[in-house]
């Protein structure tokens, strides 16, 4: 079983920039896809990013498309997430999130569809 731990939340003006680090242990993250969702709330918990095994296929949310970008160090066990222009309705804890199936293309943007994740970290973007 793999454990996610993500970290670098906190609080940003609107138009600032953060990045979030997803950790993993206890067993590679190489072969599985992986994404980052996002809960606010009275919200359901709603896709962000995700990124394939390899790194090559990378799909995004229409909300955060040309602002955020997900990345991968499989060296490092780690996915990141760099989000820049932060608008306040951004504001959400953030979850990692590792697919169930390995060799995964990335496609899939449903949180059923991913088996690990983490405990979340909150980011707050003030107006």
């Known amino acids: 079983q793999v454990q996610l731990v993500e970290s670098g939340g906190g609080l940003v003006q609107a138009g600032g920039s953060l990045r979030l680090s997803c950790a993993a242990s206890g067993r590679t993250i190489s072969i599985h896809a992986m994404g980052w969702f996002r809960q606010s709330p009275g919200r359901e918990r709603e896709f962000v990013a995700t990124?394939?095994?390899?790194?090559?296929?990378?799909y995004y949310a229409d909300s955060v498309k040309g602002r955020f970008t997900i990345s991968r160090d499989n060296a490092k066990n780690t996915v990141y997430l760099q989000m820049n222009s932060l608008k306040p309705e951004d504001t959400a804890v953030y979850y990692c999130?590792?697919?169930?199936?390995?060799?995964?293309?990335?496609?899939?943007?449903?949180?059923?569809?991913?088996?690990?994740w983490g405990q979340g970290t909150q980011v707050t973007v003030s107006s």
């Open positions: 999130a590792g697919a169930r199936v390995p060799y995964g293309s990335g496609r899939s943007t449903l949180p059923a569809d991913f088996g690990s």
């Open positions: 990124i394939s095994w390899s790194g090559v296929g990378t």
